[in-house]
């Protein structure tokens, strides 16, 4: 009985019971060796050596699977295609970035204010009613008038669902998943953004293709930041979830009072510090992206060459990702 697992048991109220035991019994093993490893530690210190390497957790983030495609720092071969891709010539600032913001066809009530958001948060970002254009005469347009990328904002049942990002003159294009969009007026104690143009921080895009998109998000931004502004853009990728913040770093003066001691008999006195104390306040909007395709050239549904496409039979694994 006691090898036998709960879900091998076909009675309900019989099933609960093991399985309660079974994980009162591992709360029980759990305690007794965090009271081992403390003993040790207390006996460490005493003897005046160091205490033993606390074991590291297992996460499903340092359990992945294997990928061949994660860059190294070493890889040359990646750093010779940086020199010669799409966004090179805006990373390298020998270009200024111009975004072209519009909707599709029905847009809802949260998508002017999502896109009013975005225009305070892109540098040199205009926004042009969608109207009756096909996305391909957009895209001619756009190149005509010398932008570098276009962003389509989705909506679906009155509320922003996916964003479409193309790159030009010659792509590519990301289609993002929309989610969990909260815009500036609901975040309590937000700030307002200034227009200087913001510090971009970028983390854990650790695949050939989580480096592609990371580079594709990059080009929509200005390269040379205003630190003055104390502006800054997150772009955090965790289990394939982007998760974008739009915070401003804060400077406060406090001051704090230290008691000094005069001697026997004599009052203390009371010595004002001031202390500098740096906060975040954010700004706003937060929302999260997931990757569903990214795709060679402009937007083409019908003839169109993908790159990456995500397929339900992708997600058979909880350990697998792919940016």
Request: hydrophobic share 30%.
């Amino acid at each position: 009985m006691k090898d036998l697992l709960p879900s091998a048991i076909k009675n309900k109220e019989k099933r609960s019971e093991v399985h309660a035991k079974l994980k009162h019994q591992k709360k029980l093993e759990k305690k007794k060796k965090a009271k081992v490893r403390e003993a040790a530690e207390k006996q460490a210190l005493e003897l005046g050596e160091e205490p033993p390497a606390r074991p590291i957790p297992r996460t499903i983030e340092n359990t992945r699977e294997l990928d061949e495609t994660v860059c190294k720092p070493d890889d040359e071969e990646l750093f010779a295609g940086n020199d010669a891709d799409e966004f090179s010539c805006i990373l390298k600032e020998e270009r200024t970035p111009k975004v072209l913001i519009t909707t599709s066809r029905f847009h809802s009530s949260r998508g002017p204010a999502f896109i009013d958001e975005l225009i305070s948060v892109i540098p040199n970002a205009h926004y042009h009613k969608r109207g009756t254009y096909d996305l391909k005469k957009i895209v001619e347009y756009a190149n005509n008038k010398d932008f570098t990328s276009i962003i389509v904002v989705h909506t679906n049942r009155r509320e922003p669902d996916a964003l479409l990002v193309i790159g030009l003159p010659s792509g590519p294009t990301a289609h993002f998943k929309l989610s969990k969009l909260v815009l500036r007026k609901d975040i309590k104690n937000h700030g307002n953004p200034t227009n200087h143009q913001p510090e971009l921080v970028f983390n854990n895009f650790t695949t050939r293709l989580g480096h592609r998109i990371g580079r594709l998000i990059q080009s929509l931004f200005p390269q040379d930041p205003n630190f003055r502004g104390r502006r800054v853009v997150t772009f955090h990728n965790q289990r394939d979830f982007i998760f974008f913040r739009h915070h401003r770093y804060i400077f406060e003066t406090k001051e704090s009072k230290e008691p000094q001691s005069k001697g026997k008999g004599k009052k203390e006195e009371a010595k004002t510090q001031e202390k500098v104390i740096t906060r975040l306040q954010e700004c706003g909007p937060r929302f999260t992206l997931k990757l569903i395709s990214l795709q060679h050239g402009t937007f083409d549904t019908k003839g169109g060459e993908y790159e990456w496409t995500h397929k339900p039979e992708m997600d058979t694994s909880r350990r697998r990702f792919f940016l």
